[in-house]
């Protein structure tokens, strides 16, 4: 029995490393205002998945669901110009948005998992704006699905998935039964080009709104942040001529 | 859809060289370029068998570039359809990664042409949020500072005018057009100009995605789209590449001068509040530059919350010593006492460059062809002595738009060429204040080449311009090409530039990376190179590589050859800014800037 819908659980997120972060002067976070927003990389290997296992004939039907503001219905076009059938989009804006952490989202992507009886939800391994590496883990530990995370390949054997992951040691292969959580790394495989055509055929798919309360999600955050500041300045190196300095340098600075 | 026929004995060259070049190179120096419009694709084996053909949609209108020209031409062309009630449909392609990431200006906005687009700027909330309320101009020496009245009807005076940050406003701008209907699609340039089979201008196609650095196609390639329009507006900015091959194709350059231009480098800095004026216009002449190389700063204090001041330095690139580094220039001058007072104890948050006009009026080519027209800074109006040149790049958009509407809502628009031709617009922009301002200070900038060089420039605009109003019945003529103007560098003497010092000024690879730009590595450099060997035997034998000053973020590098002795020159194409500086001033007009896939570039932030 093929299964029927797959989730692909998408995050909005500052552009990658080349944009200029700087901290807000009263220190509560980074501004966000008119900095490029885009879909998280990891993200965009997990649309790409989905829509390979689709083209495969594995899955019916890959729904792209993003949580946050109105700018996330950008990403959301973007998934569905990679191939996603429908968009899903939970609104969360204002003070909600900036509490909200993975413990939200993942509370979020398990109420519409049950919900709309995924298969499989796949996310982005982490964010690259917050690296917290949480949220597929806590979604699958809300809804009790198993989980194969950092997944490198990606193989549906009848009612198992066949999850390759890249762990610490090297890859780790497992077998788990769906429905499950799968989030996906670097190397999956290489997101194709939403192409202009594609993004003008988007607009006329669906995307559908909710709130989180239409859920049954609170979205009181357990976190606070205190403060953000910028790295400290790295300082100079110094040089020595011998090994003796080295060791006198050290033993003064109390480091030996 | 063909490229028309000067690329036929082009690629014949191009294909011998190619085969001739492998050969003959490969040995002594690494190939550079591998762009597909310097060795075409049909001649190229690796592309056999790769499907080409191309998607195609059509609108009314298809606008290139997301700038003030093009979002003011789209907005005014949807405001006639809603008045009108007819249906219009406009699409606008943009090569940055959202409306305004590419843009860059000082900027004192003159809100003359906003007032005519949105009388009701203000309660749209446009982001003119600085009135000027203090306007200087100095002559600085290497430790004073002269301070110029600025009388009333100077051009410089910028009483009413507003300090903007022009990434936002055009962002402003773009949700504009949003709302009144028109298609925008930041992140796909245009990359190429089609034809109809009677020469007419049919649209445009955008970038192709997924070529390799080598030029091979990648697993991801995928065709770009073709856009076909009935007319087809280009507002690529100064120095556009597509308007670059149009002047070629329609010979619009005929009867004008060549166009001359500067280089503009600008940075943000969060300053300590004590020294913070909002609203405050600063404007200098003179050191670091000799009277004899064009070029000057501005400074402006925003009012936007914060103390952020946006400041710059312009150079002229009709400059003759290949030693001069504009960007050097640019950080020494913030160096000088009465400037570094203003900075001190700040933070620099932001850096980017960009290329502009400097010819005016005798520089205007003719606007329009068959199936399309030029708009804003492309062809170019800007006014050298206010350094503005939004107002009327709005305004020839909207000029665009007036003439344009009723010809393609027409039933039956009677064109002799399937493109439309429409050259009611060359006769709009010539009775509308853009020419009548043009024309008043046509003769100040040219007047700058004379023994006295900056001074004589100065009393020249004091006499004929301030009192005259630039009636007087001669046209002065500009120095010709910008690239020509180099010396050859045993002719000329070194410039000794201060280390930076890492408060005020700063080396060029930490600013690039405040510019936020960056681009898919493994896609063909885009700065393309006619002969991969001219850079050695002639841009660094005779001018010692001035590509590797002039250049404000390091693209081009002069470095040893691996093998044995020599030098090869290295281009480090992800650190391009678009500023367009290169394909101008290259003496050997050797390097043609050609866009990269969509979305790369800078990532300018309200610059």
Redesign the interface.
Known sequence: MSPASVFVCLSLTL?SD???I?VK?DHSGVVTD???H?MNPFCEIAVEEAVKLKEKKFIKEVVAVSCGPTQVTETIRTALAMGCDRGIHVEVSGKDYEAMGPLQIAKIFAALAKKEEASLVILGKQAIDDDCNQTGQMTAALLDWPQGTFASEVTIDGEKVKVVREIDGGLETIKISMPAVLTADLRLN????A???N??KAKKKKIANMKPADLGVDMVSRVEVLRVDEPPTRLAGVKVETVDDLVAKLKANGTI | CLSLSESTTHRIICTAHYTWGRNCSSAVMPRITSHYTIFPRDKDPRWEGVEMER?A?EADVVIVGGGPAGLSAAIRLKQLAKEQEKELRVCLVEKA??I??HTLSGACLEPSALNELFPDWKERGAPLNTPVTEDLFSILTEKYRIPVPMLPGLPMNNHGNYIVRL??FV?WLGEQAEELGVEI?PG?AAAEVLFHEDGSVKGIA?ND??IAKDGSPK??F?R??ELHAKVTLFGEGCHGHLAKQLYRQFNLRENCEPQTYAIGLKELWVIDEKKWRPGRVEHSVGWPLNRNTYGGSFLYHLNEG?PLVALGFVVGLDYTNPYLSPFREFQRWKHHPFVAKTLEGGDR??YGARALNEGGYQCLPKVTFPGGMLIGCSPGFMNVPKIKGTHTAMKSGMLAAEAIFPKVTAEDPASETAGLHIPEYEDNLKKSWIWKELYAVRNIRPSFHNYFGLYGGMIYTGVFYWILRGKEPWTLKHAGLDSAQLKPAKECTPIEYPKPDGKLSFDLLSSV??????HEGDQPPHLTLKDDSIPVANNLAIYDGPEQRFCPAGVYEYVPLETGEGMRLQINAQNCVHCKTCDIKDPSQNINWVVPEGSGGP?Y??L
Do not use: C, W
């Not at chain 1, 290489?190 to 080009?193: A, E, M």
């Not at chain 2, 990376?513 to 960056?518: F, P, V």
């Open positions: 552009l080349y944009p200029v700087r002067p008119g900095v490029k885009s290489t997101p194709r080009y192409t202009l055509p993004i003008m | 998607f949609d990664s959202q305004g990431a990434g936002h962002h699609y796909y955008t995605v997924g697993d991801v995928e770009g789209m914060e948050i932001a990376a405040l510019s936020g730009t960056n990532a932030n309200g």
